[in-house]
């Protein structure tokens, strides 16, 4: 049995192979037996109870995930690639060694990329939802859900949870925000984490901590692989952005940077996720600091 809200009750096919565990249930969330129940201020008025009813694989995933080399998007299919080859490779970790092995053999070492745009793992929940204001039991609910929406979701989350913190201090006037675009991914010999601990030196050097980042990873429709990228200061008053604060030294492309306006939530809304066609297999879609921090 599983409870929580349907997000909560997502699990990848391992799910099936754990043993199950005593849990108690409240109005949100899970919370383990074994650790002490917290009271907590009531968010929602209902409980769901739900069993885990079916797991199920896209067969049509690996047609989905399309091969991406250092100058864009082609139209070459991961499937595609191991029937050329004549290859049946059970997992999809194995099926890109492969491919990526065959293209060693054949003397190519350009780096290759492999976008992911169909879903992998689909999940169907199936149970019951009490309405604690009605008392209404709604019976034989089901919920269905994949893993591309789960990612999607958790990535939002993140982006949420900047906005939350910063916002408030933002509209004070006790921080600013700037925003940057990492374009040509495919093309930079850097890896994200590399380039923000480079942004935070440079910025450090010039007495300017970051206090807090959020940064996404995107594959636009016409297949460009680029990163966003948000960092909250304390509040400056530059007419113009120093070229201090420009990156395309460090990251060795084009880039991109202007201050937050307004509003952080409506800014970031507008530009990330907008175009977003995938996600890059075995690279994080988003990331974001442990600790956000106010000046």
């Not at 299919?77 to 060694?97: F, G, P, V, W």
């Not at 689909?122 to 089901?142: F, K, R």
């Not at 990535?155 to 600013?176: D, G, M, W």
Request: aromatic letters at 12%; hydrophobic letters at 35%; a positive charge.
């Amino acid at each position: 049995m599983v409870y929580g809200t349907p997000e909560s009750c997502f699990k990848e096919k391992n799910l099936l192979k754990k043993k199950p565990h005593r849990v108690s249930v409240g109005l949100i969330g899970i919370t383990p037996a074994r650790a002490p129940i917290k009271k907590r201020v009531m968010t929602s008025t209902k409980v769901y109870k739900f069993n885990l009813a079916k797991v199920s694989k896209n067969p049509h995933f690996e047609n989905g995930v399309l091969l991406m080399e250092k100058y864009g998007l082609t139209d070459e299919s991961l499937r595609s690639c191991l029937i050329c080859n004549n290859a049946d490779k059970k997992t999809t970790k194995k099926a890109i060694q492969y491919v990526k092995q065959k293209r060693v053999m054949a003397d190519n070492y350009e780096p290759i990329y492999f976008l992911q745009k169909e879903w992998k793992w689909g999940v169907s929940l199936s149970g019951e939802i009490l309405d604690m204001e009605t008392g209404e039991l709604l019976e034989d609910q089901v919920h269905e859900t994949t893993d591309l929406e789960q990612g999607i979701k958790r990535k939002r989350k993140a982006i949420r949870s900047f906005t939350e913190f910063y916002e408030p201090l933002y509209q004070s006037k006790k921080v600013s925000c700037m925003f940057f675009t990492l374009t040509q991914a495919n093309q930079s010999d850097k890896k994200i984490r590399d380039i923000i601990a480079l942004i935070k030196k440079r910025f450090i050097r010039h007495n300017l901590p970051v206090l807090g980042l959020l940064w996404v990873s995107e594959v636009s429709k016409t297949g460009h692989w680029h990163y966003h990228l948000a960092i909250a200061t304390k509040r400056v008053y530059w007419k113009y952005i120093p070229k201090w604060a420009k990156v395309d030294d460090l990251w060795g492309r084009r880039t991109g940077i202007e201050f937050i306006r307004k509003s952080i939530g409506a800014y970031l809304g507008k530009y990330i996720g907008k175009d977003n066609i995938g996600r890059i297999i075995s690279f994080r879609s988003y990331g974001k600091s442990r600790n956000f921090l106010a000046p």
